[in-house]
């Protein structure tokens, strides 16, 4: 299936319905979720995105800190996610090569395998337990997308996992 510009233009929408663009009230510390306050890269993150509303995060720095998005504790989480879920949407020649990264983190820090350590689990299960209803519809919205449009397996499994 082919996807459109306007379907990228209702996700977004979606979206940002879903998630209001307020920069969550926190030290860079509470940012980060118990087991990643100690990591260097995880404390970066937190520092470059604090005080910032999602919308103001530029592309660039959701690339840099993308291996980190799942060391972000749960409100740190679902005040960042929706940044990530609309440079998801972006095309080819918006993300050029950070595209398939900023995907493929994304999907890992939504879900959990069945080798994941524990400590893994209790934290992704934490983030996605905060996630309201219309946040969930706008998760599953964009792993619908990534699934039709890049044809991601993991984006296909997560919806079955979880999404409503």
Same mark, same amino acid.
């Given at each position: ?9 209702? =996700?977004?929408?979606? =979206?940002? %319905? ?8 926190? !030290? ?9 306050? &100690?990591?260097?890269?995880? +404390?970066?993150?937190?520092? !470059? ?10 592309? =660039? #720095? ?14 740190? +989480?679902?005040?960042?996610?929706? %940044?990530? $879920?609309? !440079? ?13 990264? =900023? ?9 959990? &395998? ?7 689990? %209790? &934290? &992704? ?5 905060? $996630?309201?209803? %219309? ?7 964009? $792993? ?19 999404? #409503?």
């Amino acid at each position: 299936m082919q996807v459109g510009p306007k379907d990228r233009e209702a =996700i977004g929408a979606k =979206i940002r %319905a879903a998630f209001p663009d307020v920069a969550p009230a926190m !030290a860079v510390e509470d940012m980060l979720a118990e087991p990643y306050r &100690t990591n260097d890269d995880a +404390y970066e993150m937190a520092a !470059a995105f604090t005080g910032k509303r999602w919308s103001e995060v530029p592309r =660039i #720095d959701l690339f840099r800190h993308r291996e980190s998005l799942f060391a972000l504790s749960p409100v740190a +989480y679902r005040a960042y996610l929706p %940044a990530y $879920l609309e !440079a998801s949407l972006a095309s080819d020649d918006v993300l050029d090569k950070y595209g398939a990264d =900023i995907r493929g983190y994304l999907l890992y820090s939504l879900g959990t &395998t069945a080798s994941s350590s524990p400590s893994r689990v %209790a &934290t &992704t299960a934490d983030r996605i337990a905060g $996630l309201d209803r %219309a946040q969930r519809a706008a998760v599953a919205a964009v $792993l619908r997308f990534l699934e039709e449009r890049w044809h991601m397996a993991d984006a296909a499994e997560l919806l079955r996992d979880w999404a #409503d």
